[in-house]
């Protein structure tokens, strides 16, 4: 299974999140945290990683073919035992690499689709922050599931109503988590039309953790379930898992994923319109000609 972790604005805090979700996946899978964000890596640095293996030459060994098991030739551990592949903390560097790695699919990311494609495997890919022209975008189409995380304050949640539509092109499978302090679940639900999954607990002491940080708690999947991080990130991770399981046969059309909850669950929200769903897997934003005093709870941007 491929996870794809990505913000559109600011950084909300994407590796940490990625590095947990992969830490807390259900067992008995196989985890691998792939970071693969543009402006640069984080994991060698919080860590004290070498420079090599990583993604440099993961890049460099693609390109001469490989198969499934090439990803974990190149992976190092972090300290509770969790395989990562580490970028360069420079951005040109870790731009190179990703340019070298994603465009050809048979010898160049294909490896790391293939090594997702593994029984009992996820590879959580730690994008960073996404836009039109991030080599990243291929990774992204080619994912099972794609966790966007954005913080709650106006200007954050600004440009998400344009952007949103271009999520649901992306992947058949998004989730939106919040983060932070700011406007209530409903009421980004209110502003976005759509119905988030749940929201990152503020908890700097796992935080501390997963950024390599000297902290009480311990590292592993039994010592970060003591960590409200912790335990919300294995939450999300069996949700998402159970989504790899295949369906039972229906006579009707599977609806596909798509970044809401229900509609049932949406219609029970005070005031959220009730307009369909465009072919993206996203409902419109509301009409500006609402009058903003009259929507209960106030709009978030």
């Known amino acids: 299974m491929l996870v794809s972790v990505l913000s559109l604005k600011g950084s909300p805090g994407v590796t940490t999140f990625a590095v947990a979700l992969a830490a807390r996946w259900p067992a008995p899978a196989r985890a691998l945290v792939v970071e693969a964000d543009p402006s640069g890596g984080d994991l060698g640095l919080r860590f004290s990683l070498?420079?090599?293996?990583?993604?440099?030459?993961?890049?460099?060994?693609?390109?001469?073919?490989?198969?499934?098991?090439?990803?974990?030739?190149?992976?190092?551990?972090?300290?509770?035992?969790?395989?990562?592949?580490?970028?360069?903390?420079?951005?040109?560097?870790?731009?190179?690499?990703?340019?070298?790695?994603?465009?050809n699919p048979t010898s160049g990311f294909g490896v790391v689709r293939a090594a997702a494609d593994q029984p009992g495997t996820v590879v959580v890919v730690d994008c960073g922050r996404v836009d039109p022209g991030s080599p990243t975008l291929p990774i992204v189409r080619s994912s099972d599931v794609v966790v966007l995380l954005s913080r709650t304050?106006?200007?954050?949640?600004?440009?998400?109503?344009?952007?949103?539509?271009?999520?649901?092109?992306?992947?058949?499978?998004?989730?939106?988590?919040?983060?932070?302090?700011?406007?209530?679940?409903?009421?980004?639900?209110?502003?976005?039309?759509?119905?988030?999954?749940?929201?990152?607990?503020?908890d700097p002491n796992g935080a501390a953790v997963l950024c390599g940080?000297?902290?009480?708690?311990?590292?592993?999947?039994?010592?970060?379930?003591?960590?409200?991080?912790?335990?919300?990130?294995h939450k999300v991770a069996t949700q998402l898992a159970a989504r790899e399981r295949p369906a039972p046969p229906s006579p009707q059309p599977a609806e596909p994923a798509v970044l809401r909850a229900p509609a049932t669950a949406l219609h029970a929200i005070p005031r959220v319109p009730t307009s369909p769903v465009s072919p993206g897997g996203v409902r419109p934003a509301p009409s500006p000609g609402i009058d903003p005093h009259q929507q209960q709870g106030g709009q978030a941007s």
Do not use: M
């Not at 209110?190 to 119905?195: A, D, I, N, P, R």
């Not at 940080?213 to 990130?233: D, E, I, V, Y």
């Open 213 to 233: 940080r000297p902290n009480k708690l311990r590292w592993g999947r039994s010592g970060s379930s003591c960590s409200a991080l912790g335990r919300f990130a």
């Open 50 to 103: 070498p420079s090599t293996p990583g993604l440099v030459s993961l890049a460099a060994a693609a390109r001469r073919g490989g198969d499934a098991d090439l990803v974990w030739r190149h992976a190092q551990q972090l300290p509770g035992g969790l395989p990562v592949i580490a970028a360069p903390p420079d951005a040109e560097q870790a731009r190179a690499a990703l340019s070298a790695l994603v465009p």
């Open 153 to 202: 304050h106006a200007d954050d949640l600004a440009h998400l109503p344009r952007r949103l539509p271009t999520v649901g092109r992306w992947s058949p499978k998004p989730v939106l988590l919040l983060v932070g302090e700011g406007y209530s679940s409903a009421e980004v639900a209110w502003e976005l039309g759509v119905l988030p999954l749940a929201r990152v607990p503020h």
